[in-house]
């Protein structure tokens, strides 16, 4: 008995106890089981998802959870919104889209159903334009129906044009008025750089159209030189600025030339923003950079300064010690680095005694880290009213 009382077992212990073998009576091992504790789980729980996820589009394809469609309207709308969020299935997906489509639109009032359902979703979602016009480039070589009143293209460019005759109010309206404008041009500058139209001959060409259209809307833009409509030229020249600066080489034109000339014109005299002047002067140096395009030279002739012009492209700029800049495509380059070298303090104003003069803490600092490009202030407004958006979904 002084062994049991000795080898007593704490309460919920499940462990076996071993104790000294004194007799007969101590035979049987001595085992002590916890409570069983019952599970609140439930087999015929819901499946758990997380915050904000859609299990629409989880695992499965738009044709494997989309049937039973009563209207066009309804089949296509879901089909932009899933390529809006995701657009990675566009080459898996575009082929049975088109196959259905053409099952459906049978007549002249379904196709203009069609195009003005893709038009709206291309110049009112952000970041839609570029997959609208890959989307509209498709459905044109791929839809067989063509009614009285045109093909799909052509009715497309019809949509376009009803557009642009009104570009003149519309850049010269309020603030909403110039913000679907905006985002009319450079749906136009996509479909510009997507659509491809074949030839007699076979060949792929541009719609020529759209090349004249885009030079009138830059005129437009900069004739109305207030703050965002020079942002959204400055989008559309360096979305389409090398494309139509060739063709129009091509055709022998200088209106390249032209634009660059207006530019400038704008940045002496329009009453802008000094960070639009800013951006303005970037499309600038990138056409003088031939739009950021270096072309390599000979393989069996080494890059000098003679043969290829964007030798210095990508050379740093120095400064003297009276604040001129220089790079090494300057005559005097040695001399001026080496005397950068010999300099004993390269900046005399940032540390004096190892101690910094100024730090994160300081105005100087806080005002840099406060600015922000007016691209990137644009794009992250609008990212945040989506997310309030979804959040209050």
């Known amino acids: 008995s002084e062994h049991l009382q000795q080898a007593r077992i704490p309460s919920g212990s499940q462990e076996k106890v071993s104790v000294p073998d004194s007799g007969p009576e101590m035979a049987e091992s001595q085992m002590a089981v916890a409570p069983v504790v019952t599970s609140k789980l439930s087999v015929k729980a819901p499946e758990f998802y997380p915050s904000g996820y859609n299990q ?11 049937d039973g469609y009563l209207t066009l309207a309804e089949y296509v709308q879901d089909f932009l919104n899933h390529l809006a969020e995701q657009p990675g299935c566009f ?13 459906w639109v049978t007549a002249d009032e379904t196709l203009q159903e069609l195009v003005e359902l893709i038009y709206q979703q291309a110049t009112s979602v952000p970041n839609f334009s570029y997959m609208g016009a890959r989307l509209c480039n498709y459905l044109s070589h791929n839809l067989t129906i063509s009614t009285q009143s045109g093909s799909f293209r052509q009715l497309l460019l019809q949509r376009c044009q009803t557009e642009y005759e009104n570009r003149d109010e519309a850049a010269k309206g309020d603030e909403t008025a110039r913000k ?4 009319f041009v450079l749906f ?3 479909l510009y750089l997507n659509l491809e139209i074949k030839g007699t001959k076979g060949q792929v060409t541009r719609a020529e159209i759209l090349q004249e259209g885009l030079r009138e809307l830059l005129n437009v833009l900069f004739s109305n030189p207030v703050d965002n409509n020079l942002m959204c030229a400055v989008k559309l020249l360096k979305l389409t600025g090398s494309v139509l600066e060739d ?3 091509e055709k022998g034109k200088n209106d390249m030339e032209e634009v660059i000339q207006r530019i400038e014109n704008v940045v002496l005299d329009a009453n802008c923003s000094r960070d639009v002047k800013h951006m303005l002067l970037k ?28 030798y210095f492209m990508n050379e740093p700029t120095f400064y003297t010690s009276d604040g001129v800049p220089f790079t090494a495509a300057d005559p005097d380059y040695q001399e001026k680095y080496q005397e950068l070298l010999e300099r004993e303090d390269l900046f005399p104003d940032y540390e004096e005694n190892g101690v910094a003069l100024s730090g ?5 600092f806080n005002d840099l880290d406060n600015k922000m490009d007016p691209e990137i202030e644009e794009a992250y407004e609008k990212f945040c009213l989506e997310s309030e958006h979804k959040r209050k979904q």
């Not at 679907?180 to 985002?183: A, D, G, N, T, V």
């Open 188 to 190: 136009l500058a996509e």
């Open 360 to 364: 994160p803490g300081d105005q100087y």
């Open 180 to 183: 679907q404008f905006h985002s």
């Open 56 to 66: 629409n589009f989880a695992d499965s394809s738009f044709e494997d959870e989309y």
């Open 91 to 103: 080459e898996t997906e575009i082929e049975h889209f088109a196959e259905t489509v053409n099952g």
């Open 283 to 310: 499309v600038v140096e990138l056409r003088s950079s031939n739009w950021g395009r270096v072309h390599e030279t000979s393989p069996h002739t080494k890059a000098t300064p003679e043969n290829d012009p964007n």
């Open 247 to 249: 063709a129009w080489k």
